[in-house]
């Protein structure tokens, strides 16, 4: 029996995501503004909040006509620090595309104590475009701006557009994605397909069968390692031979890059849209900004614009001002007629392609305005906004999602903001109980139960004992490790590896109960981290202990450019980060949340928490655990406080003692680590 449905009406969902999404720019220019108002650009930096020591790589007109500032390390001041990076690096920082930022230039000398807030005044507010490792790029306001940026403009357009849809207008799909339909029955699973890609499993074919055989929704469900991509490439192959128009998205470029680059070798017609800078460079040959440049269909352009070069060559050589007039009136027309072809040859690119790839957000660019598709399939779809779903959705009649709603949702800062809940609460139409954290993945798995979803079951990443709590505790015991995976231990690492009480077992925990580890919570200035709880805290005799087992893991031969060591505080990590990266280079150190979709054959998870009070704040949640307990492939590492541990959620207090129970359960000393 399908669940009984509970519909939602689509103006007053619209109306509720208008307000949170109007609440959330509240709060980060709000958080922006506490930060910027109470402290120096040296603590800031400290906290991964700001980048200092940074100067002008170059400047230029970006989109919009920004002014769009490179901005780099200072070959000056390089190398120095000793923060164990390498020279020209900017070194640990949490600044990320898409976050607000106060460009301004740094003080010296005594002024160098001056708060931030000082500096406003001089400084210009912008929105970095890219960050990397040598560098970032920030998009300068211009005066009229309001913090608004284009990914939260096209959000708000969206939803703007569905609250003020009429019923008539409204699409079976979209009747079925507000159930106010029931999904139609699913058609034939048994049908004989021709498999492009002979390794499937089984749990993958028969997602893709039911992709496939969906008419207006279908959820793959991908947990950690099951080859949720892997799945989605035949997905794609099957569809094209089926004659169907694809559109496929995610909510990051890095996401997106993924799909191209491996539906890249299968030889078809592929167009990614998107700003050529910001795409990985193996991918730069498929975007459509190239492709009009080097395609058969860019030869139109290409002639006018050797036209207009020369005519802009000629204006210099010509004295009579007549003639150069008569030249910028050919050139009017001439770029017009630019603009012209190249929206022809743009339209032929995206005409002449079966599968458009975007981000969620680039969905919603003037190139696919004209285009329609049969299927649209987002990628990573439990960490991105809804509200961004429906960029690309607005124009679709059915879609795919991929993700793994047991994994963290998107970064939300409004979340639990007393402002933001008051607000709400007096808009009229809202819709009680939603927040943004609400994924479409989520929401559609609520609204039409387990029957709109399949489950890939085969994990190709952990070692059986590392996969055997998330599995029994998240996903009804139905992973499986692959054979090649399930016995894999440190010390069969396909170089020299010895075999240590370290290196040939797959669980280790280290308690720190007791009393001789406690935990810090971070001065006022390092506070609100990103993703992070507003206080952070740090564990100095925890960082040592990790310290001694990274060694001794490397002692034993294990490179260290193949171990993470990650942790939920912000504070912890930047304890950490300092002394480590210069004793082990090549060794990553990450936030739980900066570290998911990633993987590493060692990880160490620094817990932090330890005080009398059994506190343990954000740690409980059962999504942050399960990203930093499935990230190793042959060894997991925890070290925590027990006895803190079991006063925390359930899921924590479960997971502490299964690690009691089956792991390679150490009590560390304390005197060793002093002797250190
Ligand atoms: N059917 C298969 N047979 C063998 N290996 C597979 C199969 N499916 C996936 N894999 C392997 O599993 C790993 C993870 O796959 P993939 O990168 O597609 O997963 P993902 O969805 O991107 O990651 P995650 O599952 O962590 O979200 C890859 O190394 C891939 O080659």
């Known amino acids: 029996m399908p669940p009984k449905l509970t519909p939602i009406s689509i103006p007053d969902f619209a109306t509720t995501q208008l307000a949170l999404l109007d609440s959330e720019l509240q709060s980060e220019l709000e958080e922006t503004h506490l930060l910027l108002s109470n402290s120096t650009p040296t603590a800031l930096a400290r906290a991964g909040l700001a980048i200092t020591n940074l100067t002008l790589s170059s400047l230029r007109t970006g989109l919009g006509g920004k002014i769009v500032v490179e901005l780099g390390l200072d070959s000056a001041v390089s190398g120095k620090g000793g923060s164990g990076k390498d020279e020209g690096e900017l070194g640990e920082h949490g600044i990320r595309t898409g976050d607000i ?83 139609s029955p699913v058609g034939d699973l048994d049908e004989k397909i021709e498999w492009i890609d002979p390794s499937l499993n089984d749990s993958q074919k028969d997602a893709i069968k039911f992709a496939l055989a969906s008419r207006e929704a279908a959820l793959i ?19 094209l031979k089926q004659s169907l128009r694809v559109l496929v998205c995610g909510p990051s470029n890095i996401s997106v890059d993924n799909i191209v680059e491996r539906l890249a070798p299968h030889k078809i017609p592929i167009v990614r849209l998107g700003h050529p800078a910001r795409l990985l460079p193996s991918v730069v040959n498929h975007s459509l900004d190239v492709l009009t440049q080097t395609s058969d269909a860019a030869a139109i352009v290409k002639d006018v614009r050797k036209e207009m070069d020369m005519k802009q060559a000629s204006i210099r050589k010509t004295k009579s001002g007549r003639e150069r007039k008569a030249i910028y009136g050919d050139l009017k027309e001439l770029r017009k007629e630019f603009r012209e072809r190249e929206k022809k040859c743009i339209g032929t690119l ?62 939300i800062k409004s979340l639990n903001s007393k402002t933001t809940k008051a607000k709400i609460k007096d808009t009229e139409g809202v819709i009680k109980g939603m927040t943004l954290e609400t994924t479409l993945f989520d929401r559609l798995l609520k609204l039409h139960g387990p029957d709109i979803k399949r489950m890939l079951t085969t994990q190709y990443r952990m070692h059986e004992k590392i996969m055997r709590f998330p599995s029994d505790q998240l996903y009804e015991s139905k992973l499986i490790a692959a054979e090649a995976v399930k ?37 006022e200035e390092v506070k609100a981290g990103k993703g992070m709880m507003s206080e952070s805290k740090s564990n100095e005799m ?12 490397v002692n034993a031969g294990v490179k260290p450019e193949d171990i993470a060591v990650i942790t939920p505080y912000n504070a912890q990590l930047a304890l950490m980060s300092r002394s480590m990266k210069e004793a082990f280079p090549g060794i990553e150190l990450g936030s739980v949340d900066g570290f998911q979709g990633r993987e590493k054959e060692a990880v160490i998870v620094s817990l932090v928490r ?34 803190t541990l079991h006063r925390g959620s359930k899921f924590l207090k479960s997971w502490v003692e299964f690690l009691e129970e089956n792991s390679d359960l150490r009590y560390p000393s304390v005197a060793s680590l002093n002797a250190q």
């Open 487 to 523: 016995a894999r231990l440190l010390k069969d690492l396909p170089y020299e590896v010895e075999e240590t009480e370290d290196t040939i077992e797959p669980l280790i925990f280290f308690d720190t109960q007791g009393g001789d580890f406690p935990e810090k919570s971070e001065d």
């Open 542 to 553: 925890e960082a040592a202990l990790v310290k001694q087992h990274v060694q001794n893991l």
């Open 350 to 411: 995206i005409g002449g392609s079966k599968v458009v790839l975007a981000t969620l957000h680039g969905a919603g660019g003037f190139q696919l305005k004209d285009s329609a598709f049969d299927v649209v399939i987002i990628d990573e779809a439990s960490q991105a906004l809804e509200a961004q779903c429906w960029v690309p959705l607005l124009r679709a009649s059915k879609v795919v999602l991929a993700g793994d709603h047991l994994q963290l949702p998107p970064t």
């Open 101 to 183: 930022v106060l460009v301004s230039e740094q003080p010296a000398g005594s002024a160098k104590k001056r708060e931030v807030k000082d500096l406003e005044a001089k400084g210009s507010r912008g929105v970095v475009t890219r960050a990397q490792k040598t560098g970032v790029w920030v998009a300068l306001d211009n005066e009229e701006d309001d913090g608004v940026t284009g990914s939260k403009r096209l959000m708000n357009q969206t939803m703007t557009r569905m609250q003020k849809m009429k019923e008539d207008e409204y699409s079976s799909f979209l009747r079925t994605l507000f159930g106010l339909s029931s999904p």
């Open 221 to 239: 469900h991908g947990p950690p390692g099951t080859g949720k991509t892997h799945t989605l490439i035949e997905l794609i192959l099957q569809m």
């Open 610 to 643: 330890s005080n009398s009070e059994k506190e343990v704040g954000f740690l409980g949640e059962k999504r942050r655990l399960n990203v930093a307990m499935t990230r190793p492939k042959r060894s997991l590492t925890v070290i925590g406080d027990s006895e």
